[in-house]
């Protein structure tokens, strides 16, 4: 990987964002951890992100509406939904707001590392 590739990891659960930085940084990402997505905004214009993983249940804001606020700006910024929510309605607008992939907890890390590999353009 000749670019370092840095990543938004938006996750309430404390765990789920170690695990996922975790593997992320030693698959040669750049990652930044965030307990929800009002501490993720809160950064998201001073750092330049290529992606993000975000869940959709979290206190305050939650990934579907962050999903939201981002296309509202206009944002291309690459995004994955990993959720344990099986909800075919949030799925669909989640991918009609430009989720490159729904993935649902608990992820394989390789169909995780495809998807971010994907939304990046990676291997094409």
Known sequence: MS?????AIVDDDEAIREALSDLL???GFACRTFDGASSFLAQYRRLA?????????????NGLELLQHLHSLGSSLPAIVLTSVIDEQSRGQSLALGARAWLTKPVADNALLGAINDALGIGQ
Not at 3 to 7: C, D, G, R, W
Not at 49 to 61: A, S, V, W
């Open 49 to 61: 992100f290529d992606c993000l993983i975000t869940d959709i249940r979290m206190p305050g804001m």
């Open 25 to 27: 940084m030693v698959e």
């Open 3 to 7: 670019q370092v590739h840095m990543v």
